[in-house]
């Protein structure tokens, strides 16, 4: 059989932009590669004194209930570590998909974009917005 | 359309976590092939990742086989998914969501029944359980009437 696509069976890359940690998704990610990556967030956030996680799945085609738990729990982790978590980027097919699926992930915050969490991320941050320029 | 299209029909083996990713990239290009819309698309290889977790996790693992189904002009998409694993006592519980036997969210079955257009549970107690599910590439624009 032939498999084309790039499997992520390896780290997730965490990137640190200022206060906020930034993960991209991309393509078919394995069970163990998600969960990995949940650990790896709250181990960064503990370490490097950041406020905000974004998480960009643009490049995700499925958002199946595993994946979708995930999510959600690297949302709550986050929160109990003092981090906003924002996920980016959801395409039309994985909402409707994940709402027919009975997945509607209510504590969940989402953004069109990446720039858009990042500016959900900086007015909600507790030392004030971020909007003047420095 | 006669003969098979290329690409989707297969058996494929459900044994581990990176069986599940070959699995979800096996029902997308085969639903692709067969003209199934980006949304339909994304429900089948939804309910596929679902089902086959399930063979995993609870069936300790199993198979998957795709086929390529037809009614009339109409093309469809069956996976069948077998395992020979402890079964389940009471399916119409184990459809119904927030049940699960296994410390997920429940939503696998009942879930994945919702994704697709029909969808059957066989399950024997010591034995295993095998879930059909059909979904078909809706054309458009709808079917008109022909002049014959």
Redesign the interface.
């Known amino acids: 059989?032939n498999?084309d696509?790039s499997?992520s069976?390896a780290h997730v890359p965490v990137l640190r932009l200022g206060d906020v940690l930034l993960i991209t998704l991309q393509g078919?990610l394995?069970?163990?590669t998600a969960e990995q990556l949940q650990r790896d967030i709250a181990e960064q956030i503990v370490r490097s004194p950041v406020t905000g996680v974004v998480i960009d799945i643009s490049g995700v085609?499925?958002?199946?209930?595993?994946l979708?738990?995930v999510l959600a729990e690297i949302a709550a982790s986050s929160r109990l570590l003092a981090a906003q978590t924002v996920v980016a980027g959801m395409?039309?097919?994985?909402a409707?998909?994940l709402v027919?699926?009975?997945?509607s992930l209510p504590g969940l915050r989402t953004a069109l974009s990446t720039e858009a969490a990042l500016g959900m991320l900086a007015t909600a941050s507790p030392g004030g917005p971020r909007r003047e320029p420095r | 359309m006669s003969g098979t299209v290329a690409g989707v029909e297969?058996r494929m083996p459900i044994r581990s976590?990176?069986d599940?990713?070959?699995v979800?990239?096996?029902v997308?290009r085969a639903a692709a092939a067969l003209g199934f819309g980006?949304?339909d698309?994304?429900?089948l290889?939804?309910a596929a990742?679902?089902l086959a977790?399930n063979t995993l996790v609870y069936g300790g693992g199993g198979e998957m086989a795709a086929e390529h189904v037809r009614d009339g002009r109409a093309q469809g998409l069956r996976l069948t998914f077998s395992d020979r694993g402890p079964g389940i006592a009471d399916p119409e519980r184990a459809l119904s969501?927030g049940y699960t036997s296994g410390g997920?969210?429940g939503?696998?079955l009942?879930?994945?029944r919702?994704?697709v257009h029909d969808f059957s549970l066989d399950s024997t107690p010591g034995v295993g359980t095998t879930v059909t599910v059909t979904s078909w590439a809706v054309r458009s624009p709808r079917q008109r009437e022909e002049p014959r």
């Open positions: 059989m498999h696509l499997l069976s078919d394995h069970d163990g085609e499925i958002v199946d209930s595993f979708g738990r395409r039309p097919a994985v409707i998909t027919e699926l009975g997945l | 297969a976590d990176l599940l990713v070959w979800r990239q096996h997308r980006l949304v698309q994304t429900k290889v939804t990742s679902e977790r969501d997920g969210l939503l696998g009942g879930g994945a919702r994704l």
